[in-house]
């Protein structure tokens, strides 16, 4: 397994070729759910499109917007990586 996919894998991206050129998608807010229920959060409800995620562990909830197959936004994906780190401790 080369270098390149190794870093793939950690990072759970989705990725395909196009013309030999490896093609790197962002995560779906759908997988950013599934990671947080995974790890115990459950979910408050919301409005509209926002989500509420709390955690007996984790003081601050954590607020996911956006429809289900949206691509998760960067400060997304780094808030629940934060908010699951913190439940683990």
């Given at each position: ?58 003081v601050k ?29």
């Amino acid at each position: 397994m080369s270098l390149v996919s190794r870093k793939l894998l950690t990072k759970r991206l989705t990725y395909w070729y196009q013309n030999d050129t490896i093609i790197i998608m962002p995560p779906k807010i759908k997988q950013l759910i599934k990671e947080l229920e995974r790890a115990g959060f459950i979910s408050r409800g919301g409005k509209g499109s926002h989500r509420n995620f709390v955690h007996p562990k984790v003081v601050k909830p954590v607020a996911i917007s956006g429809k289900v197959g949206d691509d998760a936004l960067k400060y997304q994906e780094r808030d629940v990586k934060k908010a699951i780190e913190e439940s683990t401790k």
